[in-house]
């Protein structure tokens, strides 16, 4: 390996690791559902990229700024994440795992399907902060709007904590999560914090889809199965329920995968995050930041 | 006398119209496709084109039948979701109505096993496969249609396509020595695609520098455009659908990589391209089979929209269709009864195969084995919108 080849390695596992940011947001959905409810919810990543397609309907209207779209994309997300727990948690059977494993999968199929009848499958262009903005450092570069993605991924999973160890909310969102029976015994409406915590790792999504739009620079209802599968990844090698976990396991998969396809290319770029995936299944299932046991 | 008279009046217009209406039938054709999943935007475009061209027939008086009677096009569409299991299902069910041919399919990875299941060599009473003549619109990998003789094309041949554009690239840019591809490796049609870029490129005398590759669904190339920059070659060559195509080139601009000439995939003359970046795609050139050039092109063009698709070199491959099965069917005589189905198919396959030339949205276009030799020309994305470029065949 040359010196060249050294700085192109480093410069791909510095992009994997920005872009690692919307998986890491997508990671901490799945994680902060787990936690709650000790269910996976498949259809997270597809609602979020749903979200930003949503927040696309404001540009039809009126020309607004990005982070107008952003916002309206983590607005949207909130919603869908409300109706995803309606029609497919509130009035499933929860003690059967595999209901909503299978209403889950069937929403990811619905949300997707929605977006291809409504855009007929045609990628659509996204808008993105600093886009035209490089920041070099020697021969590195890092993009603007993948810095930019990374730092607003990094503060919401700060305001996400913040939510979850300084509220009420939090403290009513933790002990549904620690001890449901307890938590329904001193009065916290299980189903309202269900619903409250679908709205909030919605609106997290919401700003995911709209960060990986921006990332990209474009949406398609190609991205809503791999980022199924990367979502998965990340919330396996992070802990399920740990939300450190779920960001450093997407930064760490984002830089990976870059590193990987910079080493051993597109072919086997995949099967090496699959054998890291088995592996942590196999020798630690509980992930990086398994969270620890409740009383229960 | 008055209600003698008017009597008479009715019982001679039932006379006069009751033949006429039952001789103008219905001749339903039926198109199968991608109408959902990722590349839905195929079917739909292909749908629209079907029933335009149909309208257009249907105006004009309709097809006449092999008993003399007039019929009417109906168009049927049904969706194989690309999946290769769902268009077999979806040709069988075909097959067993009374339809005498089949219009699709839209993914290259379908045609390539559907055509399997059919009869191989016609006449053939040894192999059971199925008889069903079947002619497709959209599936462009290269001889998918020797698989079977009951299979057809009538989509432009690539290997012609790229032989003459770098031929052509080199006479007019012979500064040019170096070319770098890109490829979408998990997409049948991509991926044989750039093996004939490749292959015509080096036939042409372009040393290959390299080549990036990704998958249809991926979402970051810097790693791929890094290694394009550091080989800083003279053409860059993408054979990659939209969605990545966009991925590539918004990439490339980030990182400064500006080659001199940039030739893209059949697939990404499109509308599609674009809408998702009609700044980075400046100055792409594709071969293609379509282009609003000619007056009937035009009218397509406008026939299509009409109908809710948009027109490119797929959708017009089906608006021809229609009129190549108008002609079939008016030379074999096909009869389109329940009665005379498995007659009708014979004829059909043997009109498809006898076809030396068909008149396409161009101009001729020529048959050689089942398969379409279509004339092309060189579009360029320039300020937002595909501009002819060139026309080999003029």
């Known amino acids: 390996m040359d010196l060249l080849d050294l700085i192109d390695a480093v410069q791909s596992l510095a992009d994997g690791v920005l872009f690692g940011a919307t998986y890491a947001l997508l990671g901490i959905g799945f994680t902060l559902v787990f936690g709650v409810m ?99 450092a020697g021969p590195f570069n890092l993009r603007g709007d993948l810095m930019f993605v990374f730092v607003l991924g990094c503060l919401c999973m700060v305001l996400l904590l913040a939510l979850l160890y300084r509220t009420r909310l939090g403290l009513a969102t933790r002990a549904v999560s620690q001890q449901p029976v307890a938590a329904e015994l001193c009065g916290i409406s299980i189903t309202g914090v269900n619903v409250l915590t679908f709205t909030i790792t919605g609106i997290l999504g919401g700003v995911a889809g709209a960060m990986i739009g921006a990332a990209i620079g474009m949406l398609s209802p190609l991205l809503s199965l791999p980022l199924t599968v990367k979502g998965l990844i990340v919330t396996v090698i992070g802990g399920l329920g740990s939300i450190p976990g779920a960001i450093i396991a997407g930064l760490l998969v984002g830089g990976l995968e870059n590193l990987l396809q910079f080493f051993r290319g597109v072919s086997e770029r995949d099967l090496y995050i699959m054998l890291l995936l088995f592996a942590f299944l196999v020798f630690r299932p509980g992930g990086l930041f398994a969270p620890a046991a409740g009383r229960d | 006398m008055k209600r003698t008279a008017l009597v008479a009046l009715g019982a001679l217009a039932l006379a006069c119209s009751t033949p006429a209406s039952a001789q103008e039938r219905t001749v339903k054709i039926t198109g199968f496709g991608a109408k959902s999943g990722v590349v839905r935007i195929f079917g739909v475009n292909s749908e629209a084109a079907l029933k335009a061209a149909a309208e257009v027939i249907n105006n004009a008086g309709g097809v006449t039948l092999g008993d003399g009677s007039k019929g009417k096009f109906a168009i049927e569409f049904l969706d194989d979701r690309c999946n290769a299991e769902e268009g077999i299902s979806v040709v069988r069910r075909i097959a067993s109505t009374d339809a005498f041919v089949a219009v699709g399919p839209t993914c290259s990875n379908v045609a390539e096993s559907l055509f399997g299941i059919l009869q191989k060599k016609a006449g053939d009473a040894s192999d059971t496969g199925l008889q069903f003549p079947i002619i497709a619109d959209v599936a462009a990998k290269g001889g998918l249609a020797k698989i079977s003789e009951w299979a057809f094309r009538n989509v432009p041949s690539e290997f012609d396509m790229y032989k003459s554009l770098f031929a052509w690239i080199k006479t007019q840019h012979p500064e040019l020595k170096t070319i770098y591809g890109g490829v979408e490796k998990d997409f049948a049609h991509s991926n044989a695609t750039f093996g004939v870029m490749k292959e015509q490129a080096t036939a042409n005398g372009y040393q290959v520098l390299g080549q990036g590759e990704w998958l249809l669904a991926d979402t970051t190339f810097s790693t791929q455009v890094r290694e394009m920059r550091r080989a800083n070659p003279d053409i860059v060559a993408i054979s990659a659908h939209p969605f990545t195509t966009c991925g590539a080139l918004k990439e490339m601009e980030r990182q400064g990589v500006k080659p001199k000439l940039l030739i893209g995939l059949t697939s990404s003359s499109s509308i599609e391209t674009l809408q998702g970046c009609a700044k980075q795609a400046e100055g792409i050139i594709i071969p293609t089979s379509f282009a609003p050039v000619t007056p009937e092109a035009k009218k397509a063009a406008e026939n299509v929209a009409k109908h809710g698709g948009s027109a490119d070199l797929h959708s017009a491959a089906a608006y021809e269709i229609m009129f190549i099965l108008k002609d079939v069917i008016e030379q074999q005589k096909i009869m389109a009864k329940p009665d005379t189905v498995a007659a009708d198919r014979v004829k059909m396959r043997e009109g498809l195969a006898a076809l030396k030339e068909t008149m396409g949205l161009l101009g001729k276009v020529g048959r050689a084995e089942r398969e379409a030799i279509k004339p092309f020309l060189y579009v360029h994305a320039k300020d937002g919108s595909w501009v002819v470029l060139h026309k080999p065949s003029s």
């Open chain 1, 38 to 136: 000790h269910k996976i919810n498949l259809s997270y990543a597809a609602a979020s990229i749903g979200a930003a397609y949503a927040s696309l309907l404001l540009l039809a209207v009126v020309k607004a700024p990005p982070a107008l779209v952003f916002l309206v994309s983590a607005a949207s997300g909130g919603v869908i994440g409300t109706l995803v727990y309606l029609i497919g948690f509130r009035f499933i059977p929860l003690a059967n795992p595999l209901a909503t494993l299978m209403s889950t999968v069937g929403l990811l199929l619905l949300i997707d399907e929605i977006i291809v009848h409504t855009t007929q499958g045609v990628p659509l262009n996204y808008p993105a902060l600093f886009s035209d903005v490089i920041f070099r």
